[in-house]
């Protein structure tokens, strides 16, 4: 989400001043040249990361689950992150300066605070699904069926449009607030109730429902281990025909099990990466919004490259995934013979842990 690109200054003559020096960069030509391509780089990993995400799920059967629904929809927002707000906010950042006009300034911030606020509501409902797959299997499919997944990815996308281009366009996020501001700059100045009602819907009041299905998660994790444990002892010393349905029970524990903490790791690191700027944006307002220019960037950036990293931690966490990743970078699903039912799996093993890993 966008916030001050310039000192925000109450006093109207100083005002004046910083508009008229507001495109002046003080940034040397080395430090701006480092600045565009580490920026261009994140910009690149963000999009081709999360396009080949959703490719990965469109294309192979296998990858195609409920919880994966649920990613497919979260590269799409963050795809679109990187493809149309973070290029905008790259110049921003580097040059001090907003050359896009006053109206692409109030439509880049809505879709900014939308596809922000999309991404943290997918994660929440991965981690309702996650609740469900660990903690009630039995009642799992009757609670992510097909129009139950899409009715959450629906308000995945409604809810967050709601928050943002609403208030933004209607200039409600700024009523009350009295600060001039330079003409050539994009600043995302809220009020304190909308900092306060934005923030809680959008981090956390979400941040709190992943915590607490987590930790009931993490519980039940616990005590199915100790069935596995159970089980094992059981298998070793020779149970007969039921050998093989509590092996498949077993396989199925472990997988939902290594599902979850792949998932939380996920969440963790989304918190982790936006944690600092929620905090600085519910607090900025009622400081006189004196918080220094360069911890904005900071904090805005690092919630921007979250949406590159969850596509390589699908890489790292999961071998289906890694696998498509693969077959797409290398044409190979262009061969012949190749097709969306293809097995990603090199073993009988590895496909009992594919599905919702991601």
């Known amino acids: 989400m966008d916030n001050s690109s310039l000192e925000l200054l109450r006093d109207t003559n100083m005002s004046l001043q910083i508009q008229l020096q507001s495109c002046t960069t ?146 409600l996020h700024v009523a009350g607030v009295d600060i001039l501001l330079p003409k050539d700059a994009c600043v995302f100045l809220v009020n304190r109730i909308y900092a306060v009602m934005a923030s809680l819907v959008a981090f956390y009041l979400p941040m709190a429902i992943m915590l607490v299905a987590y930790w009931r998660i993490f519980k039940a994790a616990k005590r199915q281990a100790r069935q596995i444990s159970a089980m094992e002892s059981q298998m070793a010393a020779g149970v007969g025909k039921d050998s093989s349905k509590k092996q498949r029970h077993r396989n199925n524990i472990k997988r ?42 900071i904090f805005l950036w690092l919630g921007y490259i979250n949406s590159s990293l969850n596509p390589f931690l699908y890489v790292f966490f999961n071998r289906s995934f890694r696998r498509a990743f693969f077959m797409f970078i290398g044409c190979r699903v262009c061969l012949s013979g190749s097709s969306p039912g293809m097995e990603l799996s090199h073993t009988r093993k590895e496909a009992n842990e594919h599905a919702d890993k991601s």
């Open 256 to 297: 939902e099990r290594k599902a979850a903490k792949t998932l939380g790791i996920i969440m963790g690191v989304f918190l982790i990466f936006w944690m600092p700027f929620f905090t600085v944006n519910i607090v900025d307002p009622f400081i006189d919004y004196s918080t220094e220019v360069v911890v904005w960037d």
């Open 26 to 171: 003080l940034r040397t030509q080395a430090s701006r040249v480092f600045l565009y391509a580490f920026f261009f780089v994140s910009i690149a990993c963000t999009v081709v990361g999360n396009f080949l995400v959703v490719l990965s799920i469109a294309y192979f059967k296998q990858l195609q689950s409920p919880t994966n629904s649920f990613v497919m929809s979260l590269a799409v927002a963050d795809c679109l992150v990187g493809l149309i707000v973070m290029p905008y906010s790259m110049i921003r950042t580097v040059e001090g300066c907003w050359y896009f006009g006053a109206l692409f300034c109030r439509l880049h911030s809505s879709l900014d605070v939308m596809l922000c606020t999309a991404s943290i509501f997918h994660l929440s409902c991965i981690a309702f699904d996650r609740y469900y797959a660990v903690c009630n299997p039995l009642i799992y499919a009757l609670k992510m069926s097909s129009r139950q997944v899409a009715f959450l990815i629906v308000v995945c996308w409604v809810v967050p449009m709601l928050i943002s281009f609403g208030p933004i366009m209607l200039d």
